[in-house]
């Protein structure tokens, strides 16, 4: 289930009814999705779709966030990658299928320690 409020680049939220009781879960956006795998693909280099037959060498933030600018990509709203946005969904757990729930204390706005 997504608690969470706005979803990461790459997903869209659904709501469904379980048990009588709407239930908000993550569902991948194809269009964005592509764009997060070809982010992924430069930072390990390798085959890359769209950059030609030869290998490419792993690249870093900056790079990825200029390679994705000069050929056109923007983000969900409409902008260009910054460093930090490409940073984000490099580091983003959610991309590795794993969801935290209740990470921060909201009262106090400090984390919690992580269970065992």
């Given at each position: 289930r997504w608690t969470g409020s706005r979803p990461p680049f790459g997903y869209n939220v659904e709501t469904s009814?379980?048990?009588?009781?709407?239930?908000?879960?993550?569902?991948?956006?194809?269009?964005?999705?592509?764009?997060?795998?070809?982010?992924?693909?430069?930072?390990?280099?390798?085959?890359?779709?769209?950059?030609?037959?030869?290998?490419?060498?792993?690249?870093?933030?900056?790079?990825?966030?200029?390679?994705?600018?000069?050929?056109?990509?923007?983000?969900?709203?409409?902008?260009?990658?910054?460093?930090?946005?490409?940073?984000?969904?490099?580091?983003?757990?959610?991309?590795?299928?794993?969801?935290?729930?209740?990470r921060m204390e909201t009262r106090t706005g400090t984390l919690r320690a992580p269970e065992k």
């Amino acid at each position: 289930r997504w608690t969470g409020s706005r979803p990461p680049f790459g997903y869209n939220v659904e709501t469904s009814k379980v048990s009588g009781k709407p239930e908000r879960r993550l569902a991948i956006d194809d269009v964005e999705a592509t764009v997060v795998q070809l982010i992924f693909a430069l930072r390990l280099g390798g085959q890359v779709p769209g950059a030609g037959k030869e290998p490419v060498a792993p690249k870093g933030v900056k790079k990825i966030a200029g390679f994705l600018n000069k050929n056109g990509y923007t983000t969900r709203e409409g902008r260009r990658f910054s460093l930090g946005t490409v940073h984000k969904i490099l580091t983003n757990q959610t991309y590795a299928g794993t969801y935290i729930y209740g990470r921060m204390e909201t009262r106090t706005g400090t984390l919690r320690a992580p269970e065992k």
